[in-house]
């Protein structure tokens, strides 16, 4: 018993076929027609909100703070703003200024965001700034923050070259679905016939697949999203041997012929 527990456990490895829209989908088959007329029966999924890209600096002050409080994080700001009229970057003060622990490293960067967002008064003051300029100082429950807009965007929609190759995608996934059981029957009846994946997969435009060694217990790394039952189905396959039933996978199905056992 002692010799069983510290017993390797077997290993298996298998060549599959995936058979799931995303697997089976041609987005080249999609024309740019198609594509152009999804994009516009469908404009509002494209929308884009209006955005700023900016930097804080932040000033940590309580929302019931004394006013000698108030006004000692105040001469801090005021002497940020001393510097940035002198010349020095807003960058580089926020890594020598900045309150807001994330901020030190990235130099107060915020990235991109949105309307809603934010907490109310830096969103209107930061919405409110042109390109390049920095705002009056803004209390916020944080404290006292320095805004600087660094780019903006107005709300509109993305461009169709940015999203056709999605579209396409999504297209072509759909197609794939509607013929999916059509082209799973075509593969069971070539399988039947002992046809091996590789003739299977060159009738369906699908690539065979090979995982990486597995147990009985711990199933494919790539097919991790299969269940118990099925990843004992595939390991207890005799070697050579190819599923006669498809393995509901994800979306679709497995093929799969072991071609390891260790």
């Given at each position: 018993?002692?010799k069983d527990a510290f017993a390797v456990p077997a290993k298996a490895r298998i060549d599959y076929l995936l058979?799931?829209?995303?697997?089976?989908?041609?987005?080249?088959?999609?024309?740019?027609?198609?594509?152009?007329?999804?994009?516009?029966?469908?404009?509002?999924?494209?929308?884009?909100?209006?955005?700023?890209?900016?930097?804080?600096?932040?000033?940590?002050?309580?929302?019931?703070?004394?006013?000698?409080?108030?006004?000692?994080?105040?001469?801090?700001?005021?002497?940020?703003?001393?510097?940035?009229?002198?010349?020095?970057?807003?960058?580089?003060?926020?890594?020598k200024y900045t309150e807001d622990p994330s901020g030190v490293q990235t130099g107060g960067e915020l990235g991109?965001?949105?309307?809603?967002?934010?907490?109310?008064?830096?969103?209107?003051?930061?919405?409110?700034?042109?390109?390049?300029?920095?705002?009056?100082?803004?209390?916020?429950?944080?404290?006292?923050?320095?805004?600087?807009?660094?780019?903006?965007?107005?709300?509109?929609?993305?461009?169709?070259?940015?999203?056709?190759?999605?579209?396409?995608?999504?297209?072509?996934?759909?197609?794939?679905?509607?013929?999916?059981?059509?082209?799973?029957?075509?593969?069971?009846?070539?399988?039947?016939?002992?046809?091996?994946?590789?003739?299977?997969?060159?009738?369906?435009?699908?690539?065979?697949?090979?995982?990486?060694?597995?147990?009985?217990?711990?199933?494919?790394?790539?097919?991790?999203?299969?269940?118990?039952?099925?990843?004992?189905?595939?390991?207890?396959?005799?070697?050579?041997?190819?599923?006669?039933?498809?393995?509901?996978?994800?979306?679709?199905?497995?093929?799969?012929?072991?071609?390891?056992?260790?």
């Amino acid at each position: 018993a002692r010799k069983d527990a510290f017993a390797v456990p077997a290993k298996a490895r298998i060549d599959y076929l995936l058979l799931t829209p995303g697997a089976l989908a041609d987005p080249a088959s999609i024309t740019e027609q198609e594509a152009a007329a999804y994009y516009d029966q469908h404009k509002d999924s494209f929308k884009v909100e209006e955005q700023v890209k900016a930097r804080h600096i932040l000033v940590r002050v309580d929302d019931n703070a004394t006013e000698a409080d108030v006004a000692k994080a105040m001469d801090t700001v005021k002497k940020v703003q001393a510097e940035l009229k002198s010349g020095k970057s807003f960058e580089d003060l926020a890594g020598k200024y900045t309150e807001d622990p994330s901020g030190v490293q990235t130099g107060g960067e915020l990235g991109w965001f949105g309307r809603e967002r934010m907490v109310k008064p830096f969103e209107e003051a930061a919405f409110a700034l042109d390109k390049g300029a920095v705002s009056d100082p803004v209390r916020t429950q944080f404290g006292i923050h320095l805004i600087k807009v660094e780019d903006k965007k107005a709300a509109g929609f993305e461009e169709f070259a940015t999203v056709a190759e999605a579209i396409r995608r999504a297209l072509a996934e759909d197609r794939a679905a509607e013929t999916l059981q059509d082209r799973l029957d075509q593969a069971l009846e070539m399988v039947l016939v002992g046809e091996p994946l590789e003739a299977v997969g060159k009738a369906l435009g699908v690539n065979v697949l090979t995982t990486d060694h597995f147990t009985r217990e711990q199933g494919p790394v790539d097919l991790a999203a299969m269940s118990p039952e099925n990843t004992a189905v595939l390991f207890d396959l005799a070697l050579n041997a190819t599923t006669q039933s498809p393995l509901p996978f994800e979306d679709g199905y497995v093929l799969a012929t072991k071609r390891e056992q260790l």
